[in-house]
């Protein structure tokens, strides 16, 4: 399997696509000021609350964060350096923090104020000492570190591990100066998203980087070349091209983020996201082909399950997952779309695990939550519908203007009116003679807004 990771670094934004085959599996927008898990911040106590045992961190985000275990530790006012924990769970919470620092690497994650050593258990037991005793020879203060299972692939070599080690103690270094200098609470390090998906890629010596930043391939190229094999880094700054336009992304990402998904066979499927879960709803649509209900519902299914995995990856969909499959009767065709969710299971970052199919069809499936869905870092609440979906046709809206000025009316308010509105609401506004007697200024806009203006106002 070839892969290639495609990363367009821009002003505002950075995009990193991952391809198998020639396919678009993985496709994460990073934002310079998003929060992510693993970033770091400045941080700042708002307060305490005994309660909880925690405390509530001002770091620069548009919500505070919580750090738990804080509330014997920390007072009003004192500095934290803090690090991103995980992703907020819904809009309305802080994200998580902790103080106990991890800068990740290839053979290791760098802990330095958290002394001890850990190593992966899939390592075998003689490799398990071997890694122990070596890294402990290597720590000094307070410093830790977590053994990765890639070092089985060092040999008798250990160059590129203690390489790694002193590049991340250099970084930490830096980071803690920035803490030291800042004046305000904010982040101190980039969203290592990216990061992260290099390092999944860059010892694969038959995948292929290809990326415009010159800061990312100065640091990429250094890691490169503490490894015995890797991937081949191309630079595209100099192409003279936009850099995902060579590549199946754009048309991919713009197709997933639909409502409904259009299948091969010429069935469909309809997302919709609640509160709770994701629900994809299954339709054999414009499939013709002429086979038995049973044979014909399993043939839809399988497709369907199968672009349900692979958007769930690809959309960074994690949670509760329900898909309303086309009855199936036959017990061996439910068993195979469950072995089916297992196998991918086994490559999906985000740990797809498969629960059963109800009595009423409906496959229920969980992910782990590798980031924030790449829906909500892409699209926002419409303005006039809050996310509903469907706007009040132009006549609704006529009638809660005309009756939200009666109201001012029998109140007293006198005056005039500034309306914001469509132009089809505004034709309905001239058409009603209610509004013959209302002084107003008509303004466009997509949702209503009214405005009550004095006399003068009206004058000028």
Known sequence: MKRQLVIDSGTFETRAA???????????????????????????VLRVDPSLDGAFIEIGEAL?????????????GDLCLVEAKAIP?????????????????RYMVYCPVSPGIHV?????????????DYARQRCTGDEGLIIRTEWSTLGD?????DAELSRLREEWAAIHARYLSSLRPGPLTESPEIRSMCRAVLGDPEAEIVLNSPALLTGLRAERAALKEGAFIRDAEKDGTLIFDRYPIDPVIERALKRKIWLRSGGFLVVDVTEAFTV????SGKDTRKLPPEEKAFAVDREAVQAVLSHLRLCRIGGIILVDLIDMKDAAHQAEILEMVREFGKHDPGQVHAEGITSLGILQLTRKRTGLPVASLMQELCRSCQGCGHHRVPRVTEGEIRRNIARRQTSGQSGGYRITCSKEVQALIHQDPFFDSCRMILE??????????????MER
């Open 18 to 44: 991952l391809l198998e085959d020639n396919v678009l599996v993985e496709y994460v927008p990073v934002l310079p000021d998003a929060p992510a898990p693993g970033r770091l911040y400045r941080g700042q």
């Open 120 to 132: 992966s258990r899939k390592l075998s037991t003689v490799c398990l000492a071997e890694a122990a």
């Open 89 to 105: 769970t819904t809009p309305t919470k802080g994200i998580p923090l902790t103080d106990e620092i991890r800068l990740p690497g």
């Open 444 to 457: 466009t806009g997509g949702d209503f807004t009214i405005e009550s203006l004095h006399e003068t106002a």
């Open 64 to 76: 505070p964060g919580f750090l738990p275990r804080a509330g014997k530790r920390l007072h009003q």
């Open 280 to 283: 994809y709803d299954v339709n």
């Open 157 to 161: 070599d250990r160059t590129p591990f």
